[in-house]
C-alpha cells in the first residue's frame, strides 16, 4: 500500500492551490474559493487543516468566528468544531462539518476536492 494519502486519490480528486505556505500566521484562517465552495483553510499549532467555511446548524459563515487551538467557534450561536476531523464540539452544533486533505510543500498549500465539484 503506498505511503502517499493522495495517491489513491488521484483519479477521483483534485489538488487546488489555496495559498503560499508562508502566506498564514499560526492561529489564524483565510478562506479559499475553490470550485463554487468556501473551504477555510486554518493554521494551528499542529499544522494546517481544511475545512467547509459552512457552520452545520443554522448556514454561519465560520470564517467570521474565532480558531481556538484546534477548535473554531462558530460566530452565529457559539458552536464549535475540531479543524482536524470537523467533529463538533459544543452545542447547538451537533452535526460535523467537512474536512479535507491538504498537501503542504514549498509550492504552496493544496486543498484535495473530489472531481464531482469540478
Ligand atoms: S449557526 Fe453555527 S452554532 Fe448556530
Known amino acids: 500500500m503506498s505511503e502517499n494519502p493522495f495517491e489513491h486519490n488521484l483519479l477521483t480528486h483534485k489538488l487546488c492551490k489555496i ?7 499560526q ?3 483565510q ?4 470550485n463554487g465552495r468556501e473551504v477555510l483553510l486554518c493554521h494551528t499549532a499542529e499544522g494546517y487543516f481544511a475545512v467547509d467555511n459552512l457552520c452545520s446548524h443554522a448556514a454561519a ?5 474565532k480558531l ?4 473554531v467557534l462558530c460566530p452565529m450561536h457559539g458552536g464549535s468544531f475540531d479543524v482536524r476531523d470537523g467533529v463538533a464540539l459544543s452545542r447547538p452544533a451537533t452535526a460535523p462539518i467537512r474536512t479535507y486533505q491538504l498537501l503542504v510543500n514549498e509550492q504552496g ?3 484535495s ?3 464531482e465539484a469540478t
Request: net charge negative.
Open 19 to 25: 495559498a503560499d505556505h508562508d502566506e498564514l500566521p
Open 27 to 29: 492561529g489564524k484562517t
Open 61 to 65: 459563515r465560520l470564517c467570521d468566528g
Open 68 to 71: 481556538k487551538g484546534h477548535r
Open 31 to 34: 478562506v479559499a474559493a475553490v
Open 109 to 111: 498549500i493544496f486543498v
Open 113 to 115: 476536492l473530489p472531481d
